[in-house]
């Protein structure tokens, strides 16, 4: 089976402008959580989804936004691009996002340069 | 707030040996599970083992095990048999049935195996 897919693996963009990162969960799996990894320190949670609702934010600005589809695929949204919005920006799916089922897989990131 | 420390920036170890990395969390909650994730060079982060709070017994997958003291805050991944392949960045990750399903995550341990 096919675990989490990310696209695009890299991107590159200037200050000012607009991303979307996406993500494709774990056959079966419902929940979708994005993180942020900038270079040398551990991820940051930013959002998760289940069943196309936001369950969870995580302390960023409202340049993030996120969606999930009917598929239960999701994707990222970062508008206003600054220099420090660089970094790794993982994706992991889970069963159902609570209990032993939460348990998060992960997809091999995108990593986002901001020039 | 839940926090995780990871107290060993970086550590090194020589093939075929035990290594032990540590991790402290900090939490008010009594439910909860802590993961070992590890992220190698090519960057996907994948689980290492889970531990769950309400369990005594010391999770244990093949050469990876935990020794989870509850009351101490404390949770330790052991490595034994230590191969070329375990070298990662090794992190220690909290999830409160609280904490919005996110998962908080230690600054992570280097770790490098030589040969």
């Known amino acids: 089976d096919a675990g989490v897919t990310q696209s695009p693996t890299h991107l590159i963009k200037t200050r000012g402008q607009q991303v979307t990162l996406r993500c494709s969960p774990i056959s079966g799996h419902k929940s979708v959580s994005w993180y942020q990894q900038v270079l040398g320190q551990g991820p940051q949670f930013i959002f998760q989804?289940?069943?196309?609702?936001?369950?969870g934010r995580g302390n960023f600005p409202d340049r993030f936004s996120a969606r999930q589809f009917p598929n239960y695929s999701s994707e990222l949204n970062v508008n206003a691009l600054l220099l420090g919005d660089s970094a790794l920006y993982l994706c992991?799916?889970?069963?159902?996002?609570?209990?032993?089922?939460?348990?998060?897989?992960f997809g091999p990131g995108t990593r986002l340069t901001v020039l | 707030a839940q926090t995780v420390t990871q107290s060993q920036p970086e550590m090194s170890v020589q093939e075929a040996e035990t290594v032990t990395l540590s991790c402290t969390y900090d939490?008010?909650?009594?439910?909860?599970?802590l993961f070992w994730y590890k992220q190698p060079p090519s960057r996907q982060m994948i689980l290492v083992i889970r531990?769950?709070?309400?369990k005594q017994q010391n999770a244990t997958e093949n050469r990876f095990s935990v020794n989870f003291q509850k009351a101490a805050k404390s949770f330790s991944l052991k490595i034994s048999d230590s191969q070329l392949g375990d070298t990662a960045m090794y992190f220690c990750a909290f999830m409160g049935m609280d904490s919005n399903y996110q998962l908080i995550w230690g600054a992570g341990t280097k770790l490098i195996i030589k040969p």
């Open positions: 939490t008010s909650e009594n439910n909860y599970y």
């Open positions: 531990q769950e709070a309400y």
């Open positions: 992991a799916s889970s069963s159902s996002g609570t209990g032993v089922s939460g348990t998060q897989y």
């Open positions: 989804y289940y069943e196309k609702e936001e369950r």
